[in-house]
Protein backbone atom coordinates (compact mmCIF):
# COMPACT_ATOMS: atom_id res chain seq x y z
CA UNK A 1 0.00 0.00 0.00
CA UNK A 2 1.40 3.40 -0.90
CA UNK A 3 2.03 5.72 1.99
CA UNK A 4 2.97 9.33 2.23
CA UNK A 5 3.26 11.52 -1.21
CA UNK A 6 5.77 14.19 -1.41
CA UNK A 7 6.43 16.55 -4.31
CA UNK A 8 9.65 17.28 -5.27
CA UNK A 9 11.64 19.69 -8.02
CA UNK A 10 13.86 16.66 -8.29
CA UNK A 11 13.91 13.15 -7.64
CA UNK A 12 17.16 11.16 -8.22
CA UNK A 13 17.44 7.76 -7.87
CA UNK A 14 21.02 5.99 -6.58
CA UNK A 15 23.41 7.89 -4.33
CA UNK A 16 26.91 7.06 -5.95
CA UNK A 17 29.39 9.89 -7.13
CA UNK A 18 26.24 10.92 -9.67
CA UNK A 19 23.40 10.95 -7.53
CA UNK A 20 25.33 12.53 -4.68
CA UNK A 21 26.82 15.45 -5.72
CA UNK A 22 23.25 15.88 -8.27
CA UNK A 23 21.52 15.52 -4.77
CA UNK A 24 23.99 18.31 -3.20
CA UNK A 25 23.88 20.74 -6.19
CA UNK A 26 20.12 20.51 -6.79
CA UNK A 27 20.02 21.00 -2.55
CA UNK A 28 22.79 24.19 -3.94
CA UNK A 29 19.87 25.70 -6.34
CA UNK A 30 17.51 26.27 -3.62
CA UNK A 31 15.81 23.28 -5.82
CA UNK A 32 13.62 20.90 -3.92
CA UNK A 33 14.95 17.81 -3.50
CA UNK A 34 15.33 13.83 -2.56
CA UNK A 35 18.18 10.81 -3.34
CA UNK A 36 16.57 7.60 -3.43
CA UNK A 37 19.16 5.07 -2.69
CA UNK A 38 18.69 1.28 -1.61
CA UNK A 39 22.61 0.62 0.01
CA UNK A 40 22.42 1.15 3.58
CA UNK A 41 25.02 4.14 3.15
CA UNK A 42 25.00 6.51 0.53
CA UNK A 43 28.75 7.20 -1.47
CA UNK A 44 27.38 4.10 -4.25
CA UNK A 45 29.80 2.35 -5.71
CA UNK A 46 33.15 4.58 -5.71
CA UNK A 47 32.81 4.85 -2.11
CA UNK A 48 31.91 1.58 -0.58
CA UNK A 49 33.19 -0.99 -2.89
CA UNK A 50 35.26 0.67 -5.41
CA UNK A 51 37.31 4.38 -5.47
CA UNK A 52 38.22 4.94 -1.87
CA UNK A 53 38.42 1.58 -0.43
CA UNK A 54 40.59 -0.01 -3.21
CA UNK A 55 42.62 3.79 -2.62
CA UNK A 56 42.86 2.83 0.64
CA UNK A 57 44.27 -0.88 0.01
CA UNK A 58 46.70 0.34 -2.22
CA UNK A 59 48.19 3.23 0.24
CA UNK A 60 48.29 0.71 2.86
CA UNK A 61 49.96 -2.07 0.55
CA UNK A 62 52.19 0.17 -1.22
CA UNK A 63 53.61 1.30 2.48
CA UNK A 64 54.06 -2.47 2.95
CA UNK A 65 56.19 -3.23 0.50
CA UNK A 66 58.20 -0.05 1.22
CA UNK A 67 58.86 -1.01 4.78
CA UNK A 68 59.97 -4.45 3.00
CA UNK A 69 61.83 -3.40 0.44
CA UNK A 70 63.04 0.42 0.75
CA UNK A 71 63.49 1.46 4.07
CA UNK A 72 66.76 -0.69 4.06
CA UNK A 73 68.41 1.15 1.11
CA UNK A 74 67.62 4.55 3.06
CA UNK A 75 69.08 3.57 6.35
CA UNK A 76 65.65 2.22 8.23
CA UNK A 77 65.89 -0.93 9.75
CA UNK A 78 62.35 -2.37 10.60
CA UNK A 79 60.86 -5.66 10.97
CA UNK A 80 57.69 -5.28 9.54
CA UNK A 81 54.87 -7.95 10.41
CA UNK A 82 51.19 -7.76 8.57
CA UNK A 83 47.89 -7.49 10.21
CA UNK A 84 45.35 -7.75 7.62
CA UNK A 85 42.57 -7.62 9.83
CA UNK A 86 43.65 -4.54 10.97
CA UNK A 87 44.60 -2.87 7.38
CA UNK A 88 40.56 -4.01 6.55
CA UNK A 89 39.55 -1.77 9.30
CA UNK A 90 41.93 1.09 8.82
CA UNK A 91 40.17 0.84 5.32
CA UNK A 92 36.42 0.34 6.70
CA UNK A 93 36.75 3.38 9.05
CA UNK A 94 37.71 5.45 5.82
CA UNK A 95 34.55 4.18 3.75
CA UNK A 96 32.79 4.97 7.22
CA UNK A 97 33.52 8.60 7.63
CA UNK A 98 33.44 9.33 3.82
CA UNK A 99 30.27 7.61 3.49
CA UNK A 100 28.55 9.54 6.56
CA UNK A 101 30.14 12.66 5.24
CA UNK A 102 27.54 12.34 2.55
CA UNK A 103 24.89 12.73 4.69
CA UNK A 104 26.21 15.72 6.07
CA UNK A 105 26.50 17.26 3.43
CA UNK A 106 22.25 16.03 2.19
CA UNK A 107 21.61 18.01 5.87
CA UNK A 108 23.60 20.72 5.04
CA UNK A 109 22.30 21.20 1.13
CA UNK A 110 18.51 19.64 2.58
CA UNK A 111 18.64 17.49 0.57
CA UNK A 112 16.72 14.16 1.48
CA UNK A 113 17.71 10.79 1.58
CA UNK A 114 15.02 8.76 0.83
CA UNK A 115 16.06 4.81 1.65
CA UNK A 116 15.02 1.80 -0.28
CA UNK A 117 14.82 0.93 -3.81
CA UNK A 118 13.16 3.16 -6.51
CA UNK A 119 11.28 2.56 -9.53
CA UNK A 120 9.58 4.51 -11.69
CA UNK A 121 6.36 4.24 -12.07
CA UNK A 122 5.03 6.78 -14.36
CA UNK A 123 5.77 10.45 -15.47
CA UNK A 124 6.73 12.13 -12.49
CA UNK A 125 6.12 9.24 -10.29
CA UNK A 126 9.10 7.47 -8.29
CA UNK A 127 8.06 4.55 -6.16
CA UNK A 128 10.41 3.43 -3.28
CA UNK A 129 10.54 0.23 -1.56
CA UNK A 130 12.44 -0.03 1.80
CA UNK A 131 13.92 -2.72 3.58
CA UNK A 132 10.80 -3.53 5.52
CA UNK A 133 8.77 -3.46 3.00
CA UNK A 134 6.57 -0.53 3.23
CA UNK A 135 6.13 1.41 -0.06
CA UNK A 136 6.01 5.40 -0.11
CA UNK A 137 5.71 7.00 -3.63
CA UNK A 138 7.59 10.53 -4.88
CA UNK A 139 6.04 12.81 -7.29
CA UNK A 140 8.56 14.62 -8.72
CA UNK A 141 8.71 16.84 -11.77
CA UNK A 142 12.57 15.87 -12.59
CA UNK A 143 13.57 12.33 -12.08
CA UNK A 144 17.47 11.75 -12.52
CA UNK A 145 18.70 7.82 -12.93
CA UNK A 146 21.99 7.80 -11.40
CA UNK A 147 21.63 3.77 -10.69
CA UNK A 148 25.22 3.32 -11.91
CA UNK A 149 27.08 -0.12 -12.57
CA UNK A 150 27.90 -3.79 -11.58
CA UNK A 151 30.59 -6.20 -12.54
CA UNK A 152 30.13 -8.02 -15.90
CA UNK A 153 30.25 -11.73 -15.03
CA UNK A 154 32.19 -14.00 -16.96
CA UNK A 155 30.11 -16.48 -18.94
CA UNK A 156 31.22 -20.21 -17.83
CA UNK A 157 32.73 -19.00 -14.29
CA UNK A 158 30.35 -18.45 -11.79
CA UNK A 159 31.25 -16.35 -9.13
CA UNK A 160 31.71 -18.44 -5.65
CA UNK A 161 32.10 -16.72 -2.56
CA UNK A 162 35.96 -16.66 -1.60
CA UNK A 163 37.13 -18.36 -4.27
CA UNK A 164 35.79 -16.68 -7.74
CA UNK A 165 35.43 -13.12 -7.04
CA UNK A 166 34.56 -9.72 -8.06
CA UNK A 167 36.22 -6.53 -7.19
CA UNK A 168 34.16 -6.26 -3.95
CA UNK A 169 35.29 -9.35 -3.24
CA UNK A 170 38.93 -8.95 -3.57
CA UNK A 171 38.44 -5.53 -1.29
CA UNK A 172 37.68 -7.66 2.01
CA UNK A 173 39.65 -11.28 1.36
CA UNK A 174 40.67 -12.01 5.06
CA UNK A 175 43.88 -13.91 4.18
CA UNK A 176 46.36 -13.45 1.16
CA UNK A 177 46.15 -15.83 -1.30
CA UNK A 178 49.15 -17.65 -1.98
CA UNK A 179 48.38 -17.52 -6.03
CA UNK A 180 45.59 -15.42 -7.23
CA UNK A 181 44.56 -15.29 -10.80
CA UNK A 182 43.44 -11.89 -12.27
CA UNK A 183 41.00 -12.23 -15.20
CA UNK A 184 41.11 -8.89 -16.93
CA UNK A 185 44.24 -6.48 -17.54
CA UNK A 186 42.01 -3.27 -17.18
CA UNK A 187 42.69 -1.27 -14.67
CA UNK A 188 40.34 -2.26 -11.73
CA UNK A 189 42.50 -5.55 -12.21
CA UNK A 190 45.89 -4.07 -12.01
CA UNK A 191 45.15 -2.46 -9.25
CA UNK A 192 43.89 -5.17 -7.15
CA UNK A 193 46.47 -7.20 -8.66
CA UNK A 194 48.87 -5.40 -7.03
CA UNK A 195 47.50 -4.77 -3.70
CA UNK A 196 47.41 -8.75 -3.33
CA UNK A 197 51.00 -9.12 -5.31
CA UNK A 198 52.70 -7.01 -2.63
CA UNK A 199 51.04 -8.43 0.18
CA UNK A 200 52.45 -11.84 -0.87
CA UNK A 201 50.24 -13.50 -3.40
CA UNK A 202 51.40 -14.89 -6.77
CA UNK A 203 49.85 -12.79 -9.27
CA UNK A 204 48.74 -13.60 -13.12
CA UNK A 205 47.13 -11.42 -14.83
CA UNK A 206 44.88 -13.06 -17.70
CA UNK A 207 44.00 -10.84 -20.91
CA UNK A 208 41.95 -11.18 -23.89
CA UNK A 209 43.68 -8.90 -25.79
CA UNK A 210 47.11 -8.89 -26.45
CA UNK A 211 47.94 -5.69 -24.55
CA UNK A 212 47.07 -4.17 -21.19
CA UNK A 213 45.05 -1.37 -20.44
CA UNK A 214 43.22 -0.69 -23.51
CA UNK A 215 42.15 2.64 -24.22
CA UNK A 216 46.00 3.70 -22.44
CA UNK A 217 48.42 5.13 -24.88
CA UNK A 218 50.68 2.11 -26.16
CA UNK A 219 54.19 3.07 -25.35
CA UNK A 220 52.91 3.92 -21.78
CA UNK A 221 51.51 0.53 -21.66
CA UNK A 222 54.53 -0.94 -23.21
CA UNK A 223 56.44 0.47 -20.03
CA UNK A 224 53.62 -0.10 -17.65
CA UNK A 225 53.79 -3.84 -18.10
CA UNK A 226 56.98 -4.22 -18.03
CA UNK A 227 57.57 -2.43 -14.26
CA UNK A 228 54.70 -4.86 -13.43
CA UNK A 229 56.24 -7.77 -14.73
CA UNK A 230 59.47 -6.34 -12.89
CA UNK A 231 57.26 -6.05 -9.82
CA UNK A 232 56.59 -9.54 -9.72
CA UNK A 233 53.02 -9.73 -11.79
CA UNK A 234 53.31 -12.19 -14.59
CA UNK A 235 50.95 -11.66 -17.86
CA UNK A 236 48.90 -14.02 -19.69
CA UNK A 237 48.23 -12.30 -23.10
CA UNK A 238 45.68 -13.59 -25.84
CA UNK A 239 44.22 -15.28 -23.81
CA UNK A 240 40.67 -16.20 -22.85
CA UNK A 241 38.88 -17.68 -19.94
CA UNK A 242 36.37 -20.22 -21.32
CA UNK A 243 35.34 -22.28 -18.45
CA UNK A 244 36.34 -22.18 -14.52
CA UNK A 245 36.21 -25.75 -11.94
CA UNK A 246 36.81 -24.96 -8.30
CA UNK A 247 37.79 -27.89 -6.12
CA UNK A 248 38.96 -28.42 -2.61
CA UNK A 249 42.53 -26.33 -3.64
CA UNK A 250 41.24 -23.74 -5.31
CA UNK A 251 39.81 -22.93 -8.73
CA UNK A 252 41.39 -24.64 -11.91
CA UNK A 253 40.62 -22.24 -15.75
CA UNK A 254 40.29 -23.65 -18.98
CA UNK A 255 42.47 -20.80 -20.96
CA UNK A 256 42.41 -20.93 -24.86
CA UNK A 257 44.25 -18.70 -27.27
CA UNK A 258 42.42 -15.64 -28.58
CA UNK A 259 43.02 -16.54 -31.92
CA UNK A 260 42.29 -19.74 -31.36
CA UNK A 261 44.28 -22.86 -30.69
CA UNK A 262 44.80 -25.34 -27.78
CA UNK A 263 43.29 -25.10 -24.20
CA UNK A 264 45.72 -25.16 -20.98
CA UNK A 265 44.54 -24.93 -17.46
CA UNK A 266 45.73 -23.11 -15.09
CA UNK A 267 45.55 -22.91 -10.87
CA UNK A 268 44.88 -20.21 -8.29
CA UNK A 269 43.17 -20.61 -4.75
CA UNK A 270 41.20 -17.49 -5.45
CA UNK A 271 40.01 -16.13 -9.32
CA UNK A 272 39.39 -12.24 -9.10
CA UNK A 273 36.86 -11.39 -12.42
CA UNK A 274 37.76 -8.09 -13.46
CA UNK A 275 36.58 -7.70 -17.23
CA UNK A 276 34.81 -4.88 -16.90
CA UNK A 277 31.38 -3.00 -15.51
CA UNK A 278 27.40 -3.14 -16.99
CA UNK A 279 25.16 -0.39 -16.40
CA UNK A 280 22.69 -1.46 -13.91
CA UNK A 281 18.52 -0.94 -14.39
CA UNK A 282 17.34 -3.79 -12.46
CA UNK A 283 13.79 -3.22 -11.97
CA UNK A 284 14.32 0.38 -12.43
CA UNK A 285 10.88 0.61 -14.48
CA UNK A 286 12.34 2.07 -17.22
CA UNK A 287 9.27 1.03 -19.98
CA UNK A 288 6.71 2.81 -17.35
CA UNK A 289 8.21 6.22 -19.24
CA UNK A 290 9.06 4.44 -22.61
CA UNK A 291 12.83 3.85 -22.01
CA UNK A 292 14.61 0.76 -23.87
CA UNK A 293 18.18 0.40 -22.81
CA UNK A 294 20.74 0.14 -25.56
CA UNK A 295 22.14 -3.15 -26.37
CA UNK A 296 24.55 -3.26 -23.92
CA UNK A 297 22.18 -2.31 -21.05
CA UNK A 298 23.53 1.79 -21.71
CA UNK A 299 20.68 4.82 -21.20
CA UNK A 300 20.75 7.13 -24.12
CA UNK A 301 20.22 10.50 -23.90
CA UNK A 302 20.03 14.10 -25.49
CA UNK A 303 22.03 16.43 -23.02
CA UNK A 304 20.64 13.93 -20.47
CA UNK A 305 17.40 14.03 -21.20
CA UNK A 306 15.95 11.06 -21.75
CA UNK A 307 11.89 11.53 -21.80
CA UNK A 308 9.78 13.94 -20.59
CA UNK A 309 11.19 14.58 -17.10
CA UNK A 310 14.16 12.14 -16.93
CA UNK A 311 16.96 12.49 -16.73
CA UNK A 312 20.35 10.13 -17.08
CA UNK A 313 24.08 10.59 -15.39
CA UNK A 314 26.86 8.16 -14.43
CA UNK A 315 28.07 4.72 -15.21
CA UNK A 316 24.64 3.74 -16.21
CA UNK A 317 25.34 6.11 -19.36
CA UNK A 318 27.89 6.41 -22.05
CA UNK A 319 31.15 7.61 -21.23
CA UNK A 320 34.23 7.04 -19.12
CA UNK A 321 32.69 4.90 -15.66
CA UNK A 322 34.69 6.98 -13.75
CA UNK A 323 33.43 8.86 -10.32
CA UNK A 324 34.89 12.32 -11.75
CA UNK A 325 33.04 11.74 -14.85
CA UNK A 326 29.59 10.75 -13.37
CA UNK A 327 30.32 14.14 -11.07
CA UNK A 328 30.47 16.31 -13.76
CA UNK A 329 27.69 14.81 -15.26
CA UNK A 330 25.77 15.57 -12.11
CA UNK A 331 26.22 19.07 -12.35
CA UNK A 332 25.48 19.97 -15.70
CA UNK A 333 22.14 17.47 -15.56
CA UNK A 334 21.28 19.73 -12.49
CA UNK A 335 22.74 23.11 -13.87
CA UNK A 336 20.38 22.03 -17.12
CA UNK A 337 17.27 21.21 -15.45
CA UNK A 338 17.54 25.20 -13.28
CA UNK A 339 17.67 26.49 -16.79
CA UNK A 340 21.41 27.41 -16.21
CA UNK A 341 24.27 25.72 -19.05
CA UNK A 342 24.93 22.74 -18.18
CA UNK A 343 28.16 20.86 -19.86
CA UNK A 344 31.21 18.27 -19.73
CA UNK A 345 34.00 18.08 -22.26
CA UNK A 346 34.62 14.07 -22.23
CA UNK A 347 37.56 14.81 -24.50
CA UNK A 348 38.78 16.28 -21.04
CA UNK A 349 38.64 13.26 -18.94
CA UNK A 350 41.44 12.56 -17.06
CA UNK A 351 42.04 8.68 -16.55
CA UNK A 352 44.62 7.39 -13.70
CA UNK A 353 45.79 4.51 -12.34
CA UNK A 354 46.70 4.09 -8.81
CA UNK A 355 49.40 1.70 -8.89
CA UNK A 356 53.14 2.36 -8.42
CA UNK A 357 53.80 3.90 -10.32
CA UNK A 358 50.67 5.84 -11.50
CA UNK A 359 49.84 5.83 -14.53
CA UNK A 360 47.60 8.81 -15.43
CA UNK A 361 46.85 10.87 -18.76
CA UNK A 362 44.37 12.98 -20.61
CA UNK A 363 43.11 13.76 -24.06
CA UNK A 364 44.17 11.75 -27.10
CA UNK A 365 46.97 8.92 -27.10
CA UNK A 366 49.33 8.70 -30.18
CA UNK A 367 47.72 5.88 -31.29
CA UNK A 368 44.22 8.26 -31.79
CA UNK A 369 45.79 11.03 -33.44
CA UNK A 370 47.52 8.53 -35.77
CA UNK A 371 44.55 6.56 -36.35
CA UNK A 372 43.16 9.93 -37.11
CA UNK A 373 45.79 11.01 -39.64
CA UNK A 374 46.76 14.13 -37.17
CA UNK A 375 49.70 15.80 -37.40
CA UNK A 376 51.50 16.08 -33.82
CA UNK A 377 54.60 17.32 -32.14
CA UNK A 378 55.76 14.97 -29.26
CA UNK A 379 57.84 15.61 -26.09
CA UNK A 380 59.12 13.29 -23.63
CA UNK A 381 61.09 13.56 -20.41
CA UNK A 382 62.23 10.65 -18.45
CA UNK A 383 61.97 10.72 -14.33
CA UNK A 384 65.64 9.06 -14.40
CA UNK A 385 66.56 12.17 -15.61
CA UNK A 386 64.16 14.75 -12.46
CA UNK A 387 66.07 15.53 -9.83
CA UNK A 388 62.85 14.72 -7.14
CA UNK A 389 62.70 11.27 -8.92
CA UNK A 390 66.32 10.34 -8.71
CA UNK A 391 66.33 11.76 -4.76
CA UNK A 392 63.12 9.68 -4.09
CA UNK A 393 64.96 6.15 -5.93
CA UNK A 394 61.45 6.69 -8.00
CA UNK A 395 62.81 6.87 -11.21
CA UNK A 396 60.46 4.57 -13.02
CA UNK A 397 58.52 6.33 -16.00
CA UNK A 398 58.30 9.49 -17.56
CA UNK A 399 56.07 12.35 -19.48
CA UNK A 400 54.85 12.44 -23.00
CA UNK A 401 52.69 15.50 -24.30
CA UNK A 402 51.46 15.50 -27.52
CA UNK A 403 50.96 18.82 -29.52
CA UNK A 404 49.27 20.06 -32.87
CA UNK A 405 52.26 20.05 -35.28
CA UNK A 406 50.83 23.47 -36.87
CA UNK A 407 49.14 25.32 -33.74
CA UNK A 408 50.99 23.40 -30.40
CA UNK A 409 47.89 22.75 -29.21
CA UNK A 410 48.32 20.16 -26.52
CA UNK A 411 46.33 17.21 -27.43
CA UNK A 412 47.60 14.86 -24.87
CA UNK A 413 49.44 14.05 -21.98
CA UNK A 414 50.64 10.82 -20.47
CA UNK A 415 52.49 10.38 -17.64
CA UNK A 416 53.88 7.13 -15.56
CA UNK A 417 54.98 7.91 -12.44
CA UNK A 418 55.05 7.97 -8.61
CA UNK A 419 52.49 10.78 -8.20
CA UNK A 420 51.15 11.02 -11.84
CA UNK A 421 47.51 11.57 -10.54
CA UNK A 422 48.14 14.88 -8.93
CA UNK A 423 50.05 16.16 -11.68
CA UNK A 424 47.97 15.15 -14.59
CA UNK A 425 45.79 18.58 -13.69
CA UNK A 426 48.03 21.04 -14.65
CA UNK A 427 47.73 19.68 -18.22
CA UNK A 428 44.15 18.64 -17.75
CA UNK A 429 44.17 22.92 -16.94
CA UNK A 430 46.13 23.89 -19.89
CA UNK A 431 44.00 21.93 -22.37
CA UNK A 432 40.98 23.39 -21.14
CA UNK A 433 41.93 26.80 -21.92
CA UNK A 434 42.86 25.70 -25.35
CA UNK A 435 46.95 25.72 -24.56
CA UNK A 436 50.01 25.37 -25.86
CA UNK A 437 52.85 23.31 -24.91
CA UNK A 438 54.72 26.13 -24.68
CA UNK A 439 52.37 27.57 -22.40
CA UNK A 440 53.75 24.76 -19.82
CA UNK A 441 57.20 25.17 -20.97
CA UNK A 442 57.25 28.68 -20.29
CA UNK A 443 55.61 28.31 -17.06
CA UNK A 444 57.96 28.81 -13.87
CA UNK A 445 58.16 25.08 -11.93
CA UNK A 446 59.39 24.67 -8.43
CA UNK A 447 62.11 22.85 -7.83
CA UNK A 448 62.64 20.03 -7.52
CA UNK A 449 59.37 18.45 -8.07
CA UNK A 450 58.41 15.66 -10.59
CA UNK A 451 56.24 18.11 -11.89
CA UNK A 452 59.27 19.81 -13.91
CA UNK A 453 59.46 16.67 -15.58
CA UNK A 454 55.73 17.75 -16.99
CA UNK A 455 57.37 21.14 -17.96
CA UNK A 456 60.41 19.42 -19.41
CA UNK A 457 58.21 17.08 -21.43
CA UNK A 458 56.69 20.12 -23.39
CA UNK A 459 59.79 22.28 -23.60
CA UNK A 460 60.79 19.24 -25.77
CA UNK A 461 57.99 19.65 -27.94
CA UNK A 462 59.97 22.10 -29.98
CA UNK A 463 63.19 20.66 -28.62
CA UNK A 464 64.20 22.57 -26.46
CA UNK A 465 64.59 20.44 -23.17
CA UNK A 466 67.04 21.43 -20.65
CA UNK A 467 67.68 18.71 -18.10
CA UNK A 468 68.08 15.55 -20.09
C1 LIG B 1 37.12 -1.50 -7.39
C2 LIG B 1 36.76 -0.23 -8.09
C3 LIG B 1 37.64 0.83 -8.07
C4 LIG B 1 37.31 2.03 -8.69
N1 LIG B 1 38.20 3.04 -8.65
C5 LIG B 1 37.90 4.22 -9.24
C6 LIG B 1 38.80 5.30 -9.15
O1 LIG B 1 39.87 5.21 -8.55
N2 LIG B 1 38.44 6.47 -9.74
C7 LIG B 1 37.26 6.61 -10.42
O2 LIG B 1 36.99 7.68 -10.95
N3 LIG B 1 36.38 5.57 -10.51
C8 LIG B 1 36.67 4.40 -9.93
N4 LIG B 1 35.77 3.38 -9.98
C9 LIG B 1 34.51 3.59 -10.74
C10 LIG B 1 33.52 4.39 -9.90
O3 LIG B 1 33.26 3.73 -8.71
C11 LIG B 1 32.23 4.61 -10.69
O4 LIG B 1 32.54 5.18 -11.94
C12 LIG B 1 31.29 5.53 -9.95
O5 LIG B 1 30.96 5.01 -8.69
C13 LIG B 1 30.01 5.75 -10.78
O6 LIG B 1 29.14 6.57 -10.07
P1 LIG B 1 27.57 6.47 -10.29
O7 LIG B 1 26.96 7.46 -9.36
O8 LIG B 1 27.24 6.56 -11.72
O9 LIG B 1 27.16 4.99 -9.86
P2 LIG B 1 27.42 4.16 -8.53
O10 LIG B 1 28.54 4.67 -7.75
O11 LIG B 1 27.44 2.73 -8.95
O12 LIG B 1 26.12 4.44 -7.65
C14 LIG B 1 24.86 3.98 -8.03
C15 LIG B 1 24.06 3.79 -6.76
O13 LIG B 1 22.71 3.58 -7.15
C16 LIG B 1 22.11 2.66 -6.26
N5 LIG B 1 20.96 2.10 -6.95
C17 LIG B 1 20.93 1.40 -8.11
N6 LIG B 1 19.65 1.14 -8.47
C18 LIG B 1 18.88 1.68 -7.50
C19 LIG B 1 17.48 1.74 -7.31
N7 LIG B 1 16.63 1.22 -8.21
N8 LIG B 1 17.01 2.35 -6.21
C20 LIG B 1 17.87 2.90 -5.30
N9 LIG B 1 19.19 2.88 -5.43
C21 LIG B 1 19.69 2.29 -6.53
C22 LIG B 1 23.23 1.66 -5.99
O14 LIG B 1 22.99 1.00 -4.77
C23 LIG B 1 24.45 2.56 -5.96
O15 LIG B 1 24.76 2.93 -4.64
C24 LIG B 1 36.06 2.17 -9.35
C25 LIG B 1 35.15 1.11 -9.35
C26 LIG B 1 35.49 -0.07 -8.73
C27 LIG B 1 34.50 -1.21 -8.73
Given at each position: MAEATAAYDVVIIGGGPGGYNAAIRAGQLGLKVACVE?????????????CMPSKALLHASELWNAANTEFAKIGIEVQPKLHLDQMHKAKDDSVTALTKGIEFLFKKNKADWIKGKGKI???GKVEVTAVDGSVQTLDAKNIVIATGSEPTPLPGVAFED????DSTGALSLPAVPKKLIVVGAGIIGLELGSVWRRLGAEVTVVEF????????DTEVATAFQRTLTKQGMSFKLGAKVTGAKSGKDGVELTVEPSAGGPAETIKGDVVLVAIGRRPYTNGLGLESVGVTPDKRGFIDHDHFKVADGVWVIGD???????AHKAEEDAVAVIDTIAGKYGHVDYALVPSVVYTFPEVAWIGQTEDQLKAAGVQYKKGKFPFTANSRAKINHETDGFVKVLADA?????LGVHIMGPQAGEMIHEAAITMSFGGASEDIARTCHAHPTRSEAVRQAAMDVEGWMMQA
Open positions: MRSTLGGTCLNVGVGKGKVILDRITPGMVTHGPMLATDKV
